[in-house]
């Protein structure tokens, strides 16, 4: 059982540094169209950033409870 909530914690700190990966991926592209002057003035800029950091943020939460999970398993024993 250990085995396979350790294996989960590695999943999801990897998908955690993926989105965050991806994220700023998608900021520095949003910086870049922002200085472009032939760019629309009303195109909504941040909304895949803010979707990829709440991922991180939602990965981050399940490794820690998972860890948490872990912990009190092995003070059970």
């Known amino acids: 059982m250990t085995f396979v909530i350790i294996l989960l914690i590695g999943g999801f700190l990897i ?28 195109e909504a800029f941040g909304v895949q950033q803010n979707r990829l950091m709440t991922q991180r943020v939602l990965f981050q ?17």
């Open 15 to 42: 998908a955690a540094a993926t989105a965050l990966i991806r994220g700023l991926g998608a900021f520095l592209r949003d910086a870049e169209n922002l200085n472009r002057p032939d760019k629309a003035s009303g």
């Open 61 to 77: 939460a399940v490794a820690v409870l998972l860890i948490v999970l872990i912990g009190a398993l092995a003070g059970s024993k």
